[in-house]
């Protein structure tokens, strides 16, 4: 399975952007990181096979939304009310069976930059 990840770019702080992720397969659970200068790469949302579980990192929730559409192999991220600090690479992932750690399939991963 084949990842690709679209829709960073450049916005104000307390803007919004809308990240979207393709995939080539049927994945399970799918989930966004994002990596900034100098620091590990963090998950930032996670979401499971059908929809119906989510999971965010405490530095965006209720500013973050992450969502899937099953029949398009597709995830999504909302983001709005963007800090400089969410300014990463944003990647998205899936893993390929249930109930593992571990994230099998990684997209080539999409800029975001907020400025102050």
């Known amino acids: 399975v084949q990842l690709q990840a679209s829709g960073g770019g450049l916005v104000q702080a307390g803007g919004s952007l809308r990240l979207s992720c393709a995939a080539s397969g049927r994945t399970f659970s799918m989930g966004w990181f994002r990596q900034a200068p100098g620091k590990e790469r963090e998950l930032v949302a996670a979401i499971s096979q059908s929809g119906g579980d989510t999971w965010y990192a405490e530095s965006v929730k209720g500013r973050f939304t992450i969502s899937r559409d099953v029949t398009r192999n597709a995830m999504f991220l909302q983001m709005n009310s963007l800090e400089p600090e969410d300014t990463a690479v944003y990647y998205c992932?899936?893993?390929?069976?249930?109930?593992?750690?571990?994230?099998?399939?990684w997209g080539q991963g999409t800029q975001v930059t907020v400025s102050s």
């Open positions: 992932a899936a893993k390929n069976a249930a109930f593992v750690r571990t994230w099998d399939y």
